[in-house]
Structure formats: structure tokens, C-alpha cells
């Protein structure tokens, strides 16, 4: 079986290898845990493998420890026999879907489903079935489908729909999940002042009583798993609440969601209200309460933890945290605080249990289901997203980046391989990016992984050409424009083809022609004209033609240095090979493959000379990267590549550089 390095089980770094599979799905990584097995961080030693219990061992720690995978409480509505387990309640595929321009398939929400069961949620709440046929159509297969499938362990996940605590909608509700072995019935009301007056036009006592028959309508149609919510609880009356709630458990409910709809709570204020609604509710022993937070202040995780620090044991999330405005509690960041805290931050030994917190979630699944959601909704995550963010696991900054290539545990409390994003030996194997911010070891660091061993006086003078490089380049300088940098300091880069000479006419009425005279590798003066659509592709061509390599042109950019007539010109180009399937990359983030590029500069005060400068520079690297490749292979076949390559160069064409060219 394949490895995995999956897990972080203190604020400490530890590895942990566990038993994997592959998976074909797109959006998952490639090896994966057990989709059954749930993680919690409770160190034990002396233990074995079992069928019920998934053991991981330390990989870079004492191996005499080991981390136990918790099982999963038995489900009971209304009730966890484990005082410390949270349940998680993803509502991504109801109130995430409510993003603006967030709008799903039937098809997508059944695949996204599919990994939140992987991703093991407590409970999916797959729609609002009276909004539309199509809502209910996707609520009803997932129920069908998702709500029927069975894990090993025995979990599968409870398959929730929303209603108004009207008869219809929840008769609708109920059609659609009843189909599911755990179908649950979500209704609510809005309970705060602004909302029942200005909204509902209701009474206090109009409110209490539709909330009444709209559970008890529930219980009647054979749901004994029913949820309410008083919506905009955070800006309701505490004293209503307590009435409201104790009435909807006398009713049959068996959840009770404590929504903070408009994000207005603080951390302190929320936690203290569920604490309050435990103690004063009539019959609240018999629920579970649930929180639900927006985030409309950036307090929806926060608040959520808050409510888990006061008794609630079901957490309501989205992943990526998408939904109504500045949507929702997240998920990711959710469950990997309580992986990494809830062993001892909501430790209280004066509560049942004593506040040891953990989740059954796989959370190797976050990075792939986040990857799906990103893909169906078309919703981007901001790079610096907690967790799943394209940033949230790469370091520029020199500091940090000397401080990851010795410990990575300097600046990572978790690893990505354990989210199921498969660093690898990519940056360094530890995020590094390297830009303006980056110290000589990081630096240092790459180029010996790419195989360049130089001694501290190459080194510092490439790092001050790195340095200069890096002070005008946005994104990062990439492993060929590093590798440009070493070469050009040895007398490589740029000694191959330059141009000696180079005309061009153009206007109106006439074909923009350009001459161009170059100077090759063995010294001999080479020239060509030719015709273009304009004076630049003119001279592309030609060097095209004289240097006998055939690129595709990614990009163009032209910018002036400074101001006024006599203004220096700037041009960027980045070509790739054509059809070289030697020179493809794999992307990190996405596993796709493309063309790997290469990148040249020119400046010069006339911009047709500018440009073309910047294109033979980014040739220039193209050629010495197929030259070392091609050494390198040589290198690695021995004596049997020898005369291949002995003939290609022989090859009398009037181009002494073809012998290293793209095939």
C-alpha cells in the first residue's frame, strides 16, 4: 500500500504514514486515506491495528507513539453519546449555493455530496426543495444516492432539507429526503424583533405558535430527526428565545440551531448565548444545539468555536466558507482548529466529558472537495484563505524560508500533505517561493536541487543578479529564469545567438519587412530578411529563420522605463517550445501538465531593437536548457547515446547551433 504523509497531531509537526488508495476522481488527490477512518489526536502507545481502529505511526518522531483514529459516535437524533464529539453540519449545497452567481447542476451537487461524505460530515443539508423542481430533483437523488451509501465503519451521512415552518414546504422537504437511511427535517422562523415585524408582520405569540405546528407537522410525517432554527437569533430577545425553543422541544424538535444570520455577534457575546439558552431552556438536555454563523464581521469561525466552547456539539459550515453575502463559518478552518486545539483549548474538567473535542472528518479530503467546489461554483478562493488558500502554504519572506528548509515546523503548525495537498518535492518541498523577500539559503537551497553546486563567490554573485531580477518580477522567480541566472554568470547564457544587426521598414502603404544579422554559437555572421504583419513579427521571423527553431510566443509586453521622447524601452517575451513533450510541467496545485516556458528582457531606446533582444534572450534560454537536458541524458545513457549525438551535430545545414535545438 501506498504512504501518505497525512497528519499534524499538536501544534508540533509530526508526518504520519497510514494505509492509502488511489482514486480517479479529478478533484482528488492521488493517494488518499481510508474512507472510513476518522482522525482524532489522542497520543496512545502499546496499540495495534484493528479492523475498527486506523493506527498512525510517527514518521520523524518517537515511533513508539501512535495517533488513534477515534470511531464515529453511533447517530441518535437529538443526542451524542460522546460529550466531546462535534458533529459537523456542512451546508455548502443550501446556503453556499445562495452566493450570488454560485448556482449548481443537479449533477454537480450530487458529485460534490459524494466528497463531502468522503470528507465525512456529520450531515449534509443538500438544499431547499420548494424553491425550485430542479432543488428538489437534487435534494431527492442525493438522498437517494448519497443517503443510502454505507461505509465500512457504518457511517453514512444524515441527508437534511430546508423548509419554512409552513406545511407545504415541509412536505416537500420530507419528500425529498425520506428516501435517505438518516433523512432530517431543517424548518426555522425569524424570531428577532426587526424581523417579525418588519419582516413577517407577526406577533411574539403568532411567531411561537407557527413554529409549534410546524414541528409537530414534521413529527407527523413520520421525521423523527427534525431541526429548527430561530433565524437572527443573535439579535433576538434571549428571554423569547428561551420560550420559543423550550416550546419546538416539547413539540418533538431535536436540534436546535442557534443561527447569528447577520454576523453581528462577537466571539464572547455568541458563546455566552448558547451558554445561557443551555441553562434556561426548558428540556435542553434532549437536544443537541447547533450554531450557525455568517460572516459578515470575519467572526464566523471564531463564533463557531465560541459556540463549542459553551456546549454546542454540531457546527454549521460551508466549504471554503461561500454563502449569503460575506458568507459562511468555514469548514476547513472548523475542523482543522479543533484537530489542532480541541485536545486541550475547550478542556474543562468541570464539563461532562471534560471538553476534549474532536470530529470524525478525513480532512485529507479538504484540498480536493475545496478544489470542486472552486471549479462547480466558479467562486475563486483569495490566495490567503486560511487552509486552502494558494498562498496558505508558501513562504517568500527570507526568514521564514531559512527557517522552513531547516524545520518546517517553524512556520507551519500542519503539514498540506495532511489537508490532501501533495507538496512533494516541489519548492523545496517546503512552499518556498522565491522573490524579492528571499535570503541567500533559500536560494542556495534551490539551486542545489536543481543541481548546481557553487562555491560561496558564484553563489553570492548570482544571488545579487537574483536580487535584481526579483526586484521587478511580480509572482516569483521561476527554476529556469534561476537556472538563466547561473548560466548567464558562467558565459553561457547569451553566448549562444546574438543580434549583430538589425533594419526595418514599415508604414501605411508598404509590407513591414525587417533584416536582422545574427552571430551563432561557432562565430559565423548569419542574416535573413523577411516580411511580417508588422515590424516586430518581421523580425521575429527572421530570427526564427536564422536560428532555425520553431517557439510559440506567450507573451508580449512593452513598457517604458522613464519619461519623455528619449524614454528607454523595456520588452518581456515568454515562448515555449512547440509540440516538446521533454519540456512539459506538472502544476503542484492542479496535476494538469503544460508547456514549460522561458522568459527574456530587452531594453534598448529603440523598441523594435528592444524587442528583439528580449526574444533571442528568451531563445538563448530555451536552447541552453535543451542543451543541458540533452548533456544530461547523454550522461545517463553512456557510450550508446554517443554516436546519435555525434551524428546530429555532423549534420551539415549551415547552422552550427542546430545540434541543440528543440526535435
Not at 444545539?289 to 456546549?311: E, I, P, R, W, Y
Request: with cysteine.
Amino acid at each position: 500500500s501506498a504512504t501518505l504523509a497525512a497528519w499534524v497531531a499538536t501544534a508540533s509537526l509530526f508526518n504520519y504514514s497510514c494505509e492509502g488508495f488511489t482514486t480517479s476522481h479529478a478533484f482528488a488527490p492521488k493517494k488518499l486515506q481510508k474512507s472510513y477512518a476518522s482522525i482524532s489526536p489522542t497520543t496512545v502507545t502499546g496499540a495495534v491495528r484493528s479492523t475498527s481502529t486506523l493506527l498512525l505511526k510517527s514518521s520523524i518522531s518517537d515511533t513508539t507513539n501512535v495517533v488513534e483514529r477515534r470511531k464515529r459516535p453511533e447517530y441518535i437524533p437529538g443526542h451524542i453519546p460522546d460529550p466531546n464529539y462535534v458533529r459537523i453540519f456542512d451546508t455548502t449545497l443550501r446556503d453556499g449555493e445562495q452566493s450570488p452567481g454560485a448556482t449548481l447542476t443537479s449533477d454537480e451537487k450530487l458529485e460534490i455530496a459524494q466528497n463531502l461524505a468522503k470528507l465525512g460530515v456529520d450531515i449534509i443539508e443538500a438544499g431547499f426543495p420548494i424553491a425550485s423542481p430542479d432543488d428538489f430533483a437534487a435534494v431527492k437523488q442525493i438522498a437517494d444516492v448519497v443517503g443510502n451509501a454505507v461505509f465500512e465503519d457504518g457511517y453514512v451521512p444524515v441527508i437534511a432539507g430546508l423548509s419554512r415552518a409552513n406545511e407545504r414546504d415541509i412536505q416537500r422537504a420530507w419528500d425529498a429526503v425520506k428516501g435517505a437511511k438518516l433523512p432530517r427535517i431543517h424548518t426555522f422562523i425569524a424570531t428577532s424583533p426587526i424581523h417579525m415585524t418588519s419582516k413577517l408582520n407577526k406577533t411574539p405569540d403568532e411567531v411561537v405558535e407557527i413554529a409549534v405546528n410546524a414541528v409537530k407537522f414534521a413529527k407527523s410525517l413520520g421525521c423523527d430527526d427534525i431541526e429548527f432554527s430561530p433565524e437572527d437569533a443573535g439579535r433576538s430577545e434571549p428571554e423569547f428565545l428561551y420560550r420559543i425553543l423550550s416550546e419546538v422541544i416539547e413539540a418533538g424538535a431535536t436540534t436546535l440551531n442557534i443561527p447569528d444570520t447577520t454576523g453581528w455577534n462577537m466571539p464572547w457575546e455568541f458563546g455566552s448565548l448558547i451558554s445561557k439558552l443551555k441553562a434556561n431552556v426548558k428540556g435542553a438536555d434532549r437536544v443537541v444545539f447547533s450554531t450557525h454563523c455568517q460572516n459578515d464581521l470575519g467572526l464566523a469561525t471564531a463564533n463557531s468555536l465560541a459556540g463549542a466552547l459553551n456546549g454546542a456539539r454540531q457546527l454549521e459550515c460551508t466549504i471554503n466558507g461561500i454563502g449569503e453575502r460575506a458568507g459562511n463559518a468555514s469548514l476547513e478552518e472548523i475542523v482543522m482548529s479543533l484537530a489542532l486545539k480541541g485536545q486541550d483549548t475547550f478542556e474543562d474538567p468541570s464539563k461532562e466529558g471534560g471538553g476534549k473535542l474532536y470530529t470524525a472528518i478525513n480532512p485529507v479530503y479538504i484540498h480536493p472537495t475545496s478544489r470542486m467546489v472552486t471549479e462547480y461554483t466558479g467562486m475563486k478562493c483569495q490566495p490567503h484563505k486560511a487552509i486552502v488558500g494558494a498562498n496558505a502554504f508558501q513562504h517568500e519572506s527570507g526568514i521564514h524560508q531559512d527557517g522552513m528548509i531547516k524545520n518546517k515546523g517553524t512556520y507551519e503548525i500542519m503539514s498540506p500533505e495532511s489537508i490532501g495537498l501533495m507538496r512533494g518535492d516541489a519548492q523545496s518541498g517546503a512552499g518556498i517561493v522565491l522573490g524579492k523577500h528571499s535570503g541567500r539559503n533559500a536560494v542556495g537551497t534551490r539551486l542545489r536541487e536543481l543541481g548546481y553546486d557553487l562555491d560561496m563567490e558564484k553563489l553570492n554573485s548570482v544571488f545579487q543578479r537574483f536580487k535584481q531580477v526579483a526586484e521587478r518580477k511580480k509572482g516569483g522567480v521561476e527554476d529556469e529564469e534561476l537556472e538563466a541566472l547561473v548560466a548567464d554568470q558562467a558565459g553561457i547564457t547569451g553566448a549562444l545567438w546574438s543580434v549583430s544587426g538589425l533594419q526595418v521598414t514599415t508604414g501605411m502603404h508598404g509590407i513591414p519587412t525587417a533584416t536582422v544579422k545574427m552571430i551563432g554559437p561557432d562565430g559565423v555572421e548569419r542574416y535573413v530578411a523577411t516580411t511580417g504583419t508588422g515590424p516586430v513579427d518581421a523580425v521575429y521571423k527572421a530570427i526564427d529563420q536564422i536560428i532555425g527553431v520553431t517557439v510559440e510566443l506567450e507573451d508580449y509586453a512593452l513598457n517604458s522605463v522613464s519619461d519623455g521622447i528619449d524614454a528607454l524601452a523595456t520588452t518581456r517575451v515568454v515562448v515555449c517550445p512547440k509540440k516538446d513533450v521533454e519540456s512539459m510541467k506538472i502544476s503542484v496545485q492542479t496535476d494538469s501538465s503544460y508547456s514549460r516556458t522561458f522568459s527574456g528582457t530587452g531594453s534598448d531606446t529603440d523598441i523594435v531593437v528592444s524587442s528583439a533582444r528580449a526574444y533571442v534572450s528568451a531563445v538563448n534560454k530555451l536552447l541552453a536548457y535543451n542543451m543541458r537536458r540533452r548533456e544530461r541524458l547523454e550522461g545517463e545513457n553512456g557510450a550508446a547515446a554517443a554516436p546519435a549525438a555525434t551524428e546530429k551535430k555532423a549534420t551539415n545545414d549551415g547552422t552550427a547551433g542546430n545540434a541543440i535545438l528543440v526535435e
